[in-house]
């Protein structure tokens, strides 16, 4: 085989990373997920809805139980964007690294 045909048919190969695919997915939601749970518990404890800052009393359009509410609510969200990242990076170790295949040809002629 001469050298022009090994380039030809590495030409119409494609490499895939499947892996750090994964794990990139994993590392968004590891990401959002902890700035939202941190956003919660600071909701929890020491925050207040922006409302308080425009009524004339606080606590007067959204109360006290809404507002844990809400916090709550954010901070099930954050815990759930985290075990899925977890859940998706220990799935990523059983995915192969990269992946070799034919390349595809689609969309070749769609603009002709």
């Known amino acids: 085989m001469s050298s022009d045909e090994a380039s030809s ?3 119409h190969r ?3 990373y499947i ?3 994964a794990r990139l997915v994993a590392s968004i939601f590891a990401v959002w997920g902890t700035v939202v749970a941190f956003r919660a518990v600071y909701d929890l404890f020491w925050g ?3 409302a308080n800052l425009y009524s ?3 606590w007067q359009f959204v109360s006290v139980s809404e507002w844990l509410r809400y916090a709550g609510f954010e901070l099930s969200y954050g815990i759930a964007c985290l075990s899925l990242a977890a859940g998706i990076y220990a799935y990523s170790k059983f995915l192969p690294e990269t992946l070799v295949r034919k390349k ?3 969309g ?3 603009f002709k």
């Open 9 to 11: 048919s590495a030409d």
């Open 14 to 16: 494609e490499e895939l």
């Open 19 to 21: 892996a750090p695919l």
């Open 48 to 50: 207040s809805p922006e």
């Open 56 to 58: 004339a009393s606080p």
């Open 104 to 106: 595809s040809e689609f």
């Open 108 to 110: 070749k002629d769609l």
